[in-house]
């Protein structure tokens, strides 16, 4: 019988690539392994929560502002993170800056919309795009206490071509980022088909 492997996604937003690890993974099995993918969302009006919904998966919900600080908030995290013992723990459009709390007790990988260590935080995609510089693109990295600063396990460039808008160029990032995450998912839980 296979073994169940668990995949814990933290998301704030759309979860679009939620969806595509679920699409891919969920309750597929890759030879002696079953994937479950378990989201866990700290907005209550994630639209990724019902797009969880409609594949019949529920979502762990922690609401940041129900918590006094960002510490407590990172306490009740790791707890529901440490009851699922997931193998993967995997952050796709986690709004959040995580602490210490975190960090020390979760080994968790991100994803960032741009060629890290160029344009780390929240506006990524802006201001590569505003830079002048004909790439951009798609990285995989591993969470430290630094801000979109841990090892770097993958990365993709996407190119940004005269007639591209912000918005056309968003659109090849997302693309993008839904082919490069499940395939440092896929290498980094050793599945095979
Ligand atoms: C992605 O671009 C991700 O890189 C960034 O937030 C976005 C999340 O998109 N950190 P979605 O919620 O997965 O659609």
């Known amino acids: ?4 492997v668990t995949v814990a996604v933290l998301f704030s937003g759309r979860g679009s690539n939620l969806e595509n690890l679920i699409r891919r993974f969920h309750d597929k099995e890759f030879g002696d392994k079953r ?3 378990a989201p866990i969302s700290n907005r209550p009006d994630a639209p990724g929560i019902e797009l969880a919904k409609s594949y019949g998966i529920d979502t762990a919900l922690i609401d940041h502002k129900r918590f006094p600080s960002r510490g407590s908030f990172d ?6 993170i440490e009851e699922i013992s997931p193998e993967l723990v995997v952050m796709a459009g986690f709004m959040r ?3 210490e709390i975190f960090t020390s007790r979760v080994d968790a990988i991100n994803l960032h919309p741009s060629l890290l260590p160029l344009f780390k ?3 990524a995609i802006e201001e590569s795009f505003g830079s002048g510089m004909r790439v ?3 990285t995989v990295h591993r969470v430290d206490s630094t801000l979109d600063g841990g090892e770097i396990l993958d990365q993709r460039c996407v190119r940004i071509e005269e007639e591209d808008t912000l918005e056309s160029f968003r659109e090849k990032i997302h693309k993008t980022e839904h082919e490069l995450l499940p395939q440092v998912v ?3 839980l ?4």
């Open 136 to 138: 951009g693109g798609v």
């Open 186 to 188: 896929a290498k980094l």
């Open 190 to 193: 050793r599945l095979t088909e």
């Open 75 to 80: 306490e009740a995290l790791v707890s529901n």
């Open 1 to 4: 019988m296979a073994r169940t």
């Open 121 to 123: 935080g929240a506006n």
């Open 97 to 99: 800056i995580v602490t």
């Open 35 to 37: 994937v479950v993918i």
